[in-house]
């Protein structure tokens, strides 16, 4: 049975970014066993998919995009064959916003939720921070059923200026939304009603240091710890979520520059067996790892590691969390290592398979 794997690419020049050798979205064969990548195609007619998501059973992708002529964001639905791994379109939504960064779904697969970062948002342009989309039992889309609008600023004038929601997570019971914005320094907490609705909890949100810029956040299976990466001030967290959405700070470490070098984190995922996190630090060029205390949630930094390229901006685990995968963005490549599943290490590079400006990876199922 193969794993099919899809990468998301730059595919027009952007400002803040270098190079965009993207094409669209690189459909990939994954092999655990030797735990290399091969490109199966590349879905084109789609633009700087900076965030892929798929869907538990693996025959759904989404993808946030940008299109042409437009001040808004878009995310796309597809179809995954389960033999090929083809992708076939099903529909595609406007945002509500612009610089669409982050999606997820909820456990029950009823709902997607985007992030938009609302970076140089023009007068009049829609800046909604936070889209739901109901999902119907085929996987398409259909119209957003909440919009929510962050407001406010932080210490740091060239990146805080407005709020920059950064990434959204549902707990895995439905009953919370999370989101990491960076501009105003905060994890931002909803109710999330059985109709996709959104009503903020002010009273669980979780007010970070100023100037910290939280930028993504993970939460452990069963929905009790949550562990955040920021970019502004680099720092990994960890923190207790209680079943009333309650957040409580257990580990907060900083990261330090290893050369005269800046860090600048970006990715932040969990192993499939919840012990280690790893973090990509870009112009370093580095992966920093953890172990999670299973009982506390308390991290300990395991190592630190090249990335195997430049501008690691994403990463992630392979299904059997034997191998991980680093989304090298300006070396256009992905970069595979074997990863030590007792220690929490990451070994040698497997392979580096070239995929043009990648910005985001997901596997199916």
């Not at 789609?46 to 989404?62: E, F, H, K, M, P």
């Not at 993504?216 to 009333?244: K, N, R």
């Not at 910005?359 to 199916?364: Q, T, W």
Request: overall charge negative; glycine content about 12%.
């Amino acid at each position: 049975m193969p794993i099919h794997a899809f990468a998301g690419s730059l595919t027009r020049s952007m400002p803040q970014y270098g190079a965009a050798n993207g094409e669209g979205i690189s459909r990939l064969s994954f092999d655990e066993t030797t735990g290399k990548l091969a490109t199966t195609g590349v879905t084109g007619s789609i633009d700087d998919s900076t965030w892929l998501v798929t869907n538990r059973a693996g025959d759904r992708l989404y993808a946030t995009c940008e299109v042409t002529g437009t001040q808004e964001s878009a995310v796309a639905a597809y179809r995954i064959d389960p033999s090929s791994g083809d992708l076939s379109l099903i529909n595609q939504f406007p945002t509500g916003g612009n610089e669409a960064c982050h999606a997820s779904i909820t456990t029950d697969g009823r709902f997607l939720a985007v992030a938009n970062y609302n970076g140089a948002t023009p007068a009049g342009s829609p800046d909604q921070s936070i889209a739901i989309f109901p999902l119907a039992a085929d996987g398409a889309l259909l119209p957003a059923v909440a919009h929510v609008r962050h407001a406010g600023s932080g210490p740091n004038a060239d990146r805080q200026a407005t709020a920059h929601a950064h990434c959204v997570i549902p707990t895995p019971d439905g009953e919370f939304l999370y989101v990491a914005d960076l501009g105003i320094d905060r994890l931002v907490a909803y109710s999330l009603g059985g109709d996709g609705g959104l009503t903020a909890v002010p009273t669980r949100d979780f007010a970070l240091p100023p100037g910290l810029g939280p930028r993504h956040i993970v939460l452990s299976a069963d929905g009790q710890l949550l562990f955040m990466v920021s970019e502004l001030i680099p720092t990994v967290m960890s923190f207790a979520l209680a079943a009333d959405g309650t957040l409580t700070a257990i580990s907060t470490i900083p990261v330090p520059p290893s050369s005269d070098t800046i860090v600048q984190p970006a990715g932040i995922v969990l192993s499939p067996d919840g012990r280690h996190l790893l973090v990509s630090l870009r112009v370093c060029n580095e992966v920093i790892g953890f172990a999670v205390d299973p009982s506390t949630g308390a991290l300990r930094q395991t190592g630190r590691w090249p990335c195997g390229g430049a501008t690691p901006r994403a990463l992630g685990f392979a299904p059997s969390g034997r191998h991980v995968v680093v989304v090298n963005q300006d070396s256009d490549a992905l970069t595979v290592f074997a990863f030590d599943t007792d220690k929490g290490l990451l070994g040698d590079i497997v392979q580096q398979h070239r995929v043009g400006t990648p910005m985001s990876l997901a596997f199916a199922g």
